[in-house]
């Protein structure tokens, strides 16, 4: 599982029956109905669009993409979230973190042993309670953003929804940078021996993340030295 996370990072694009012929030419012996179960079980995604051969859950309401055509000019502006797969040298976690888009900064995150959107929730709820609510939040159409409970938090707090496309991964495309960060320079340097360890790591590279790492887009400045800077005046903390 830890290669095809490997390999998704390199080949967004890549469906089952690529994955597979990408696994085998590596000399890894699996069937595209098995690649596509694991896939599944990951949580993976196909970057590109493809037609919705299912019926949506009237259940979950689906809300329009805001972003299109949108300056996003300050911090609280935007906020994105999204869930990616993380392994471990036994099994796997799951990793949701909340991000403010014009800052990169991750602004609250959970890692959970399943896909409920119970961790989803608190990672959400710490961040409004640490830095107040962001005009509009986006997310994909998964099941856990499109819950009446993750939905209720936002409006509550008046928060206008954001929903990309469907597999239309530029739509979220600063969270997908997240990601491809943290598998690249943690995750993969890694083999987490237990959930508690996996919690413990994430948490020291966000903090490295936000706090020291400065990134060329931000003008050299870290994630939170640039959340602060972009505030609007009257929202800026003492």
Same mark, same amino acid.
């Given at each position: 599982?830890?290669?095809?996370?490997?390999?998704?990072?390199?080949?967004?694009?890549?469906?089952?029956?690529?994955?597979?012929?990408?696994?085998?030419?590596?000399?890894?012996?699996?069937?595209?109905?098995?690649?596509?179960?694991?896939?599944?079980?990951?949580?993976?995604?196909?970057?590109?669009?493809?037609?919705?051969?299912?019926?949506?859950?009237?259940?979950?309401?689906?809300?329009?993409?805001?972003?299109?055509?949108?300056?996003?000019?300050?911090?609280?502006?935007?906020?994105?979230?999204?869930?990616?797969?993380?392994?471990?040298?036994?099994?796997?976690?799951?990793?949701?973190?909340?991000?403010?888009?014009?800052?990169?900064?991750?602004?609250?995150?959970?890692?959970?042993?399943?896909?409920?959107? *119970? !961790?989803?929730?608190?990672?959400?709820?710490?961040?409004?309670?640490?830095?107040?609510? &962001?005009?509009? %939040?986006?997310? +994909? /159409?998964?099941?856990?953003?499109?819950?009446?409970?993750?939905?209720?938090?936002?409006?509550?707090?008046?928060?206008?929804?954001?929903?990309?496309?469907?597999?239309?991964?530029?739509?979220?495309?600063?969270?997908?940078?997240?990601?491809?960060?943290?598998?690249?320079?943690?995750?993969?340097?890694?083999?987490?021996?237990?959930?508690?360890?996996?919690?413990?790591?994430?948490?020291?590279?966000? *903090? !490295?993340?936000?706090?020291?790492?400065?990134?060329?887009?931000?003008?050299?400045?870290? &994630?939170?030295? %640039?959340?602060? +800077? /972009?505030?609007p005046k009257q929202k800026q903390v003492a």
């Open positions: 599982m830890r290669r095809i996370d490997e390999l998704h990072l390199m080949y967004p694009f890549a469906g089952s029956r690529m994955m597979r012929d990408l696994l085998r030419g590596e000399g890894h012996h699996i069937g595209r109905r098995h690649t596509r179960t694991l896939m599944k079980k990951m949580g993976i995604r196909v970057l590109y669009r493809k037609p919705n051969l299912s019926k949506p859950n009237k259940a979950h309401r689906k809300y329009p993409y805001l972003l299109r055509g949108l300056e996003i000019t300050h911090s609280n502006q935007v906020w994105a979230t999204d869930i990616t797969y993380i392994p471990m040298a036994k099994g796997f976690v799951y990793l949701c973190a909340i991000l403010d888009w014009h800052s990169r900064k991750v602004l609250a995150h959970r890692v959970s042993i399943s896909m409920e959107s *119970d !961790f989803c929730i608190e990672a959400l709820n710490e961040a409004i309670q640490k830095y107040g609510a &962001p005009e509009i %939040f986006n997310t +994909d /159409q998964g099941s856990q953003f499109t819950s009446d409970a993750f939905i209720s938090v936002l409006t509550t707090h008046e928060i206008k929804i954001s929903m990309d496309g469907k597999g239309h991964w530029i739509d979220n495309v600063m969270v997908e940078r997240l990601w491809r960060s943290v598998k690249y320079e943690e995750v993969y340097l890694k083999a987490y021996s237990n959930v508690a360890d996996a919690r413990c790591q994430l948490k020291l590279y966000i *903090d !490295f993340y936000n706090h020291k790492r400065p990134h060329s887009s931000l003008d050299k400045l870290t &994630p939170n030295e %640039f959340y602060y +800077d /972009q505030l």
